[in-house]
């Protein structure tokens, strides 16, 4: 077999996901996942630690295409920033049904699993919330005052939990094309600001933030 000339970081997620699909578990090691695609193990190195590391990165991969879709669309000065989230979400989820047993696999059952794989995709998300006006959304304006002044953080981690919500509600999604869950987006979006004006619900929002805290103290 010929060395497979020019190895990149697309393919070696291409073929990886090719082979959890087919064999429904990890390759048994870098090495041999190497030698059977006809690529020098070392060269697997140059984009991955390890496989865990692909699994955190293949999600993250995804929204970032999102992101590079929607960014014409989102240029424009008439564009909202409700408009702007929900260009980049529904584009993101479009992408994850388009390679929706993969993300699946990867994703499993196992909570503690998907707080470690969504980790990459969480940084790249936080970077992106940071790029909105939220000053010219119509729900905050109309908000209870502590509401509207929710520092960045805090906003930040309200919208990181919104999004792990719809992932969650897309895997256990059983309509046609998926298309509750783009309902379940675009309600939650709207009333996200009045819910958090519930106390109950401001409490189930706190207690969610600490969960994923503490899990996030465990050594990965």
């Known amino acids: ?75 424009s000065s008439e564009v909202t920033t409700k408009e702007k989230l929900l260009n980049v979400y529904y584009i993101f989820f479009e992408n994850m049904t388009m390679n929706r047993s993969l993300v699946l696999s990867i994703l499993g059952s196992n909570k503690i699993h998907n707080i470690k794989t969504l980790q990459n995709l969480r940084e790249t998300h ?52 998926f298309e509750k869950t783009d309902i379940f987006i675009e309600k939650t979006i709207d009333t996200g600001f009045e819910l958090m004006d519930n106390e109950p619900l401001r409490k189930v929002f706190d207690l969610g933030k600490f969960l994923w805290k503490e899990k996030f103290k465990t050594k990965i």
Not at 1 to 27: C, R, S, V, W
Not at 154 to 176: G, N, Y
């Open 1 to 75: 077999m010929q060395e497979q000339a020019n190895i990149t970081q697309e393919k070696i997620f291409e073929l990886y996901g090719d082979y959890l699909l087919h064999h429904g578990e990890k390759p048994k090691n870098v090495y041999l996942f190497a030698k059977e695609n006809d690529f020098e193990e070392k060269e697997f190195y140059h984009y991955f630690s390890g496989f865990e590391q692909i699994e955190r990165e293949i999600l993250n991969h995804l929204f970032t295409k999102s992101l590079e879709l929607a960014s014409e669309m989102n240029s």
């Open 126 to 177: 936080k970077q992106f919330v940071n790029t909105l006006n939220f000053n010219e959304w119509e729900m905050i304006e109309k908000a209870k005052e502590d509401i509207r002044k929710l520092n960045e953080k805090s906003r930040q981690e309200m919208l990181w939990l919104h999004l792990v919500s719809a992932i969650d509600f897309w895997k256990k999604d059983t309509s046609p094309d």
